[in-house]
């Protein structure tokens, strides 16, 4: 009798979770957690106003659920979720404690850890099942979060080879070289390029290129992938 329960309230575990994840709740909180760390706390920050706190303990909950939910095996589970335990600590640490030494380290693990997240999120939106608004959601989540992923790259590439970047206006400190590389990483990615900021060096030009060259392919392949889903759907029933 108690297995049975177990198992009763092991599937209604399931159900919720893949009601978060796979369906709307999830993937929308998701992508408008994105939308306003983007859009409003990188501002608000460079402004000086404190606001990313909130933001990381909000990104770092839906991350360890992510990898809790979809990641296979225990192992692959706890160093997902030390990765991402450490890549905040480290951040907060890097704010009050700014120097270029611990940026590099924290530079590789949000990389790590926005490419860990992205994979997540796909993995999510790819589900077997009906194509949703929410997986719609979804693309567009790990769309933002490979433009937030390549940003850190540019600044280990600029704190390792300094002029890697030619900025328009010099960055004043490791905070607003953050700010303007999250902001030529998307104008990389939509391949807007204002020119305010441009790579100098080889390397930084190389992952530019790479950076442009996804942000091309990544909605078409994303969207064809949709599209076969729902048509397959369709044709099940």
């Not at 095996?73 to 905040?88: D, E, K, M, S």
Request: glycine residues 8%.
């Amino acid at each position: 009798m108690k297995n049975g329960t177990d198992g009763a309230v092991g599937n209604q575990r399931q159900e919720i979770e893949e009601h978060f994840w796979s369906r709307q709740l999830g993937l929308t909180l998701v992508t408008a957690s994105l939308v306003v760390f983007i859009f409003l706390i990188v501002p608000m920050q460079k402004a000086g106003l404190p606001a990313r706190m909130v933001f990381d303990l909000m990104i770092v909950t839906l991350m360890i659920w992510g990898v809790i939910d979809v990641s296979v095996g225990r192992v692959t589970t706890a160093i997902a979720i030390v990765v991402v335990l450490a890549t905040v600590v480290v951040l907060w640490i890097s704010i009050e404690y700014p120097g270029a030494g611990l940026h590099k380290l924290t530079c590789v693990l949000l990389v790590t850890a926005r490419l860990m997240f992205a994979r997540i999120v796909l993995l999510v939106v790819f589900r077997r099942g009906t194509v949703t608004w929410g997986r719609v959601q979804g693309g567009v989540a790990a769309y933002l979060l490979l433009g937030m992923a390549w940003a850190p790259a540019y600044e280990l590439v600029e704190l390792i080879m300094p002029g890697s970047f030619h900025f328009a206006m010099a960055p004043a400190t490791l905070s607003d070289l953050s700010t303007k590389l999250m902001y030529f990483s998307f104008s990389t990615l939509t391949t807007v390029g204002f020119g305010d900021v441009t790579a100098v060096e080889p390397f930084a030009r190389s992952l530019t290129i790479a950076e442009a060259v996804v942000g091309q392919l990544f909605p078409a392949i994303l969207i064809g992938a949709l599209v076969g889903m729902a048509m397959q759907a369709r044709e099940k029933v």
